[in-house]
């Protein structure tokens, strides 16, 4: 991506040959958008699990707590604890009970929502304020880029932990602000990407023929650079969706995070900590939830860098025809 | 028939691409002697740096594939040796330099030590080698030889660099050398001494010299025999002279007939007032002074080509002027008004009057738009120019005026050859209907057949439109056969100007002089005429 | 490169102010501290009086003026919780921390950089797929499960090692072994990215041109120029381990900043948690200093 253009370097017929000169040379208009993303998602066995995976998650984040609401909730003195794998108390117990005999199963449903709902929210708002800080980081004069960057230094290292605390000590320990902690520490990420990017593409050449022809700074930012840039911002966006979750669940963990009764994956953990001894599986599971995900989400990152290159996509293409 | 030291018979070799299989050279044969030199000329795509390839085994298996043929070294097939074998001969008897030799050369080793590698590579001691190294460093014209051995790729200029390569691969003198585009990256008068470099050498050595190439006059200049490539295959095989007179295949003839320098001169008349009028521009980078205080005039209608090696600064004109960067001082009155002074809103609004074509048509393009939205984006930006209804119709007639078809308005920069994608930047600039167009080495990255179709594209709207050039061009003949007036320029300044008859006919600076000598001509007989001046320039 | 110091060392100094002047008034917002150090029914006097003693009467800026006129002179305060210098707390702790983080990343980049450079030499092959499945599944897991398993399999089904604290060397191996998988997981990719490119480049077509052996070409021409990328991410990971692995730190009882970190937080021992930004900064700002100097002695373009 990087050949910056030199004096003049004339026509290489090395090239030529390469498999990717060949995907470059004309070739007729494939189907577009949607359909041509998903015949690359099907193209990669790995990328379409972690995908149809992440659906089924989403979907019992969104309709779990309407059917399971109150199975979650109800204790039950005599599932104390329940092993898994039993199915005499029927089937939402295949997973075990927790230390209040609540199926697991529901509750890892049911946490899925919160789980989702912070390291979504947080993604989302770190990404808008990060990649805006960055644009204009990377497009404004020097002095007001060494600001905003010097601010980043200060979010890397002001410790998110302390952070978490004073949220939780200044505000009531909610979801809203647990989002708002996490938001806040991701900043940085979008905000040094972006403008690594925006000084890069800023340098292109078709955005000084934009400049050649007139266009405004608005224009030029949001027509020519930003669309450039925004594969790479979601790529990095799902990696983060990852590290916000592992994150969520590490402060929830420590207690400085979500509150009981509200759950999350990661608490769930950290309430089956204290039964390590005598009932592994209450941490277990929850665990293993946030592992797939996680995993999930980073197979399908890795995928989107690839199909959303417009130099790289060709690998999915010719996979998919091998695999045919 | 064993007796050629290197043949290459038959030979096909295939990549499996998303596209399918792409069959790169299908059954091509050729030979080269000890002390010949061979070169193989083609365009992009022609497959002739896949023999070399194959030559050295370098063809990644896969997804490429040799599907038949033989390669005849000394009477041998290498294509049934063994990978050790090939690899005691790679460098020891067959060495190979490439195009880009800062990329080539590994940035993070002394280049002392990666000469002295070949020979530490085929069992020579390591005192043995370096000595060589620093031998070979002096031969190939390396100031200072012993303090360069210690130094990086990065600290040289690109024709040491390429020197460097050279006294690399003929660290054991081996009995052939690959030259891949050696000079095609380099600046002309760098170029002439680079092939002079490796005619020495094998006038030395006595070793068979294969050289690819896209560039006839290099062919004129360098080769014994050459063989012409066209879509894999070979067309046609001879003497340089024997192809320049009497090429008998169409493909040959449309690549002569395709290089410039030989159209007729135009006379530039005394026409209207200037209408871009610099005056002692100058830009500084920290201390390094890119541009001296330039001052030249342009008239209506004019075209003016702006020649220099890389360095000179002929670019910066350009950019400053655009004020895609910011001049150090000077001034730059377009029709009266100083555009360097002028406010981003007020430029933004003057520069539908100027616009500009850039070298590289792949990278001016947004990928992200269609061609469509790429030409009319200049209606957007500059509303009064054309209403929103009539966009479909002007793009259709732009596409047109450009030789593209209005169907194309649909469809992406990538789906387009490198010419149709320059054609489709010079449609955009057209959208703005300017005064002046701007060309930045707009024409150096496309093959020769193509670079004279957009030539003559160029050359038609000047005389439909009355648009005024601006041509920046490191490229002579081109300049000769397209401007009215030339610029010479030389390390930041302009060192001599003309009608182009003035410059090309009696050029009185020395360094245009030299410059014109060191330009290859694609006639073999005026090349030789040209060699023996530039010789006697040099002896002076 | 000495220019470059100096600029880097002033825009560090500059953002460490600003993070000790945003943590000391933020840190203030957690609470007070003598409702914390003080029993549940002390009087308002003897609460006045704690507040005396460690000056928490005075207005905040006043409180902030007066710890600066202190640092000047490298007096970083009493810890509230611990009653001794709030650097001696801290540097005990930054000890062991770096101990944690150095025995970690030297591991994880000896087996990042072979697992990696193998897998790049074999891509698509079996050991290139399990590789990669290593590598995505320590990127993904959270470090506290796996140090809950590791505790669940390794302490208590077998016995083998302990499950808290620093006696011996077997303490060292569960927390160690936690803190390796997701840095081993991250750089292994990037090595393995970075060696695939170093392979198609130019200059190792040149290598073979030469007729060079197989080997050098890889030990010599390919590995050098693939770890340029490879240490930048090493670096982030080395800082994230020296600020202190906090989680880790707190299932293992290892008493290192993180615990230290996480302890004062939730006790308001504010001199503690500047001391320990301060510290963990200097630390990072001479890591950083030295991942510079490994990449110049790797790359010449940088020196000059």
Redesign the interface.
């Known amino acids: 991506m990087s050949n910056s253009t030199t004096h003049s370097t004339g026509p290489t017929d090395q090239q030529a040959v390469t498999p990717e000169a060949a995907v470059a040379a004309p070739v007729t208009g494939g189907p577009s958008g949607l359909r041509r993303i998903l015949r690359m998602l099907v193209a990669d066995k790995l990328a379409l699990l972690s995908a149809l995976f992440l659906v089924i998650v989403i979907l019992c984040a969104i309709l779990g707590p309407l059917f399971l609401a109150e199975m979650a909730s109800d204790t039950n003195l005599r599932a104390r604890n329940a092993p898994p794998f039993e199915l005499e108390r029927g089937f939402a117990y295949i997973l075990g009970g927790d230390a209040l005999g609540r199926p697991l199963l529901a509750r890892i449903v049911m946490a899925a929502r919160n789980t989702m709902l912070i390291a979504a929210g947080a993604v989302a708002g770190s990404m808008l304020i990060g990649s805006t800080l960055g644009l204009i980081a990377g497009y404004a004069g020097r002095w007001t880029g060494e600001v905003i960057m010097r601010l980043a230094d200060v979010i890397m290292s002001f410790p998110s932990l302390l952070l978490a605390v004073i949220v939780l000590y200044m505000l009531a320990p909610s979801i809203g602000n647990l989002v708002l902690v996490l938001a806040i520490t991701r900043i940085p990420i979008y905000l040094r990407t972006t403008r690594a990017e925006v000084l890069e593409v800023r340098k292109r050449m078709f955005v000084q023929a934009a400049t050649v022809m007139g266009a405004s700074r608005r224009r030029i930012i949001f027509r020519h650079i930003l669309p450039v840039i925004l594969p790479t911002l979601l790529t990095i966006a799902t990696l983060d969706f990852a590290f916000v979750m592992l994150a969520e669940s590490a402060l929830s963990f420590l207690g400085i995070g979500i509150q009981a009764p509200e759950i999350t994956w990661g608490l769930m953990v950290s309430q089956g900590r204290a039964y390590l001894t005598n009932a592994w599986w209450l941490a277990f599971w929850p665990g293993l939830a946030i592992i797939l995900t996680t995993m999930s989400l980073n197979l399908l990152s890795s995928w989107m860098r690839v199909a959303l290159n417009p130099t790289q996509r060709w690998r999915l293409e010719i996979g998919g025809k091998k695999n045919d | 028939m064993t007796d050629h030291l290197l043949e290459v018979r038959d030979l096909s070799?295939q990549?499996?691409?998303?596209?399918g299989i792409?069959r790169?050279v299908n059954g091509i044969s050729w030979h080269l002697d000890r002390g010949e030199t061979l070169a193989i000329l083609?365009?992009?795509?022609?497959?002739?740096?896949?023999s070399a390839?194959a030559i050295?085994?370098?063809i990644d298996m896969p997804?490429?594939e040799i599907t038949s043929g033989e390669i005849l070294f000394e009477g041998r097939d290498l294509l049934k040796a063994s990978d050790e074998e090939r690899?005691?001969?790679?460098?020891?008897r067959i060495?190979?330099i490439?195009?880009?030799p800062l990329?080539?050369?590994?940035?993070?080793?002394?280049v002392g030590w990666q000469i002295a590698?070949?020979a530490m590579?085929?069992g020579r001691g390591k005192a043995e080698a370096y000595d060589r190294a620093l031998a070979l460093m002096e031969r190939v014209g390396i100031p200072d030889a012993r303090a360069s051995m210690g130094k990086?790729p990065?600290?040289f200029s690109g024709g040491q660099r390429q020197r460097l390569?050279i006294a690399?691969?003929l660290a054991l003198k081996p009995d052939i050398l690959i030259a891949?585009?050696p000079t095609?990256?380099l600046?002309v008068t760098v170029q002439a001494e680079v092939l002079s470099l490796l005619e020495e050498l094998q006038e030395e050595t006595g070793m068979g010299l294969l050289l690819?190439t896209?560039?006839l006059g290099v062919v004129a200049e360098a080769a014994d025999r050459a063989v012409v490539m066209e879509g894999g295959l070979v067309v046609e095989t001879g003497t340089p002279r024997e192809l320049y007179h009497n090429a008998t295949h169409p493909y040959t003839r449309k690549l002569l007939a395709a290089a410039p320098g030989k159209g007729a001169m135009r006379e530039p008349e005394d026409g209207p007032e200037a209408i871009l009028e610099v005056r002692d521009l100058k830009k500084d980078y920290g201390g390094f002074e890119a541009l001296k205080g330039v001052s030249f005039d342009m008239h209506a209608g004019e075209t003016l080509a702006v020649v220099g090696e890389?360095g000179s600064g002929k670019s910066t004109i350009a950019r400053l002027v655009?004020r895609?960067e910011e001049a150090s001082s000077g001034t730059a009155r377009w029709k009266g008004e100083d555009l360097l002074t002028k406010s981003p809103r007020q430029?933004?609004?003057?520069?539908?009057q100027?616009?500009?074509v850039?070298?590289?048509p792949t990278?001016?393009?947004?990928?992200?738009m269609s061609v469509f939205q790429i030409i009319s984006?200049?209606w957007?930006?500059?509303p009064d120019i054309l209403p929103k209804a009539r966009w479909p119709e002007r793009v259709a007639e732009l596409l047109d005026q450009v030789g593209l078809s209005p169907e194309h308005a649909?469809?992406?920069p990538?789906?387009?050859?490198g010419g149709q994608r320059q054609r489709i930047?010079i449609a955009?600039a057209l959208a703005?209907e300017p005064d002046l167009i701007i060309c930045d080495?707009a024409v150096?990255?496309?093959?020769v057949s193509i670079q004279a179709q957009v030539i003559d594209l160029l050359g038609k709207l000047r005389d439909e439109l009355g648009i005024a050039f601006l041509f920046i061009a490191?490229?002579l003949p081109v300049v000769r056969d397209f401007a009215d007036r030339v610029l010479v320029m030389q390390r930041g300044e302009i060192v001599e100007q003309g009608s182009v008859r003035q410059i090309f006919e009696q050029p009185c600076a020395p360094y245009t002089q030299r410059l014109l000598a060191a330009g290859l001509d694609s006639d073999p007989d005026v090349q030789a005429d040209r060699r023996a001046a530039r010789l006697a320039l040099a002896g002076n | 490169m000495n220019g470059m110091l100096g600029k880097r060392a002033i825009s560090s100094l500059v953002s460490l102010l600003a993070l000790i002047v945003l943590v000391f008034f933020l840190s203030r917002l957690t609470g007070d501290p003598a409702a914390l150090y003080l029993p549940v029914d002390a009087s308002e006097a003897m609460r006045e009086n704690f507040r005396e003693i460690h000056g928490l009467n005075d207005p905040v800026i006043v409180q902030f003026g007066r710890y600066l006129g202190d640092l000047v002179q490298l007096d970083f305060g009493e810890s509230l919780r611990k009653a001794r210098p709030a650097i001696d707390v801290v540097l005990e702790a930054f000890v062991w921390t770096l101990w944690l983080a150095l025995i970690t990343m030297t591991l994880v980049t000896v087996a990042a950089i072979i697992v990696g450079s193998v897998a790049a030499f074999h891509v698509g092959r079996p050991f290139d797929r399990f590789a990669s499945v290593l590598s995505l599944i320590g990127a993904s897991a959270p470090d506290f499960w796996i140090a809950i398993i590791g505790i669940v399999v390794f302490s208590v089904s077998f016995g083998w090692l302990p499950t808290s604290g620093t006696g011996t060397i077997w303490h060292w191996i569960l927390p160690i072994s936690v803190l390796f998988v997701r840095p081993f997981g991250l750089i292994l990719q990037v090595v393995r990215g970075s060696m695939i490119t170093a392979l198609g480049s130019p200059y190792v077509k040149t290598a073979r041109a030469k007729g060079v052996k197989n080997r050098p070409v890889i030990f010599v021409h390919t590995l050098r120029n693939a770890m340029l990328p490879v240490i930048t991410v090493i670096g982030d990971q080395a800082a994230a381990l020296l600020n202190g692995a906090v989680v880790v730190e707190t299932i293992f009882g290892f008493p290192g900043v993180g615990k230290l970190m996480i302890d004062s937080i939730l006790q308001r021992d504010f001199n503690v948690i500047l001391a320990a930004i301060m510290v963990t900064a200097v630390a990072i700002f001479i890591m950083n200093i030295l991942i510079d100097i490994a990449y110049a002695l790797l790359d010449p373009r940088i020196r000059t």
């Open positions: 070799v990549f499996h691409t998303a596209q792409v790169a083609g365009e992009s795509g022609s497959g002739k740096s896949v390839s050295m085994n370098l997804p490429g690899r005691r001969l790679n460098g020891k060495s190979m490439f195009q880009d990329g080539h050369l590994n940035p993070v080793y002394p590698e070949t590579a085929h990086y990065h600290q390569m690399m691969a891949d585009e095609t990256a600046d690819i896209h560039d890389s655009l895609l430029m933004g609004k003057l520069r539908r100027l616009q500009m850039f070298q590289d990278q001016s393009l947004n990928p992200h984006e200049a957007v930006i500059h649909k469809r992406y990538h789906q387009f050859s930047a955009r703005l080495e150096s990255a496309l093959d490191h490229d």
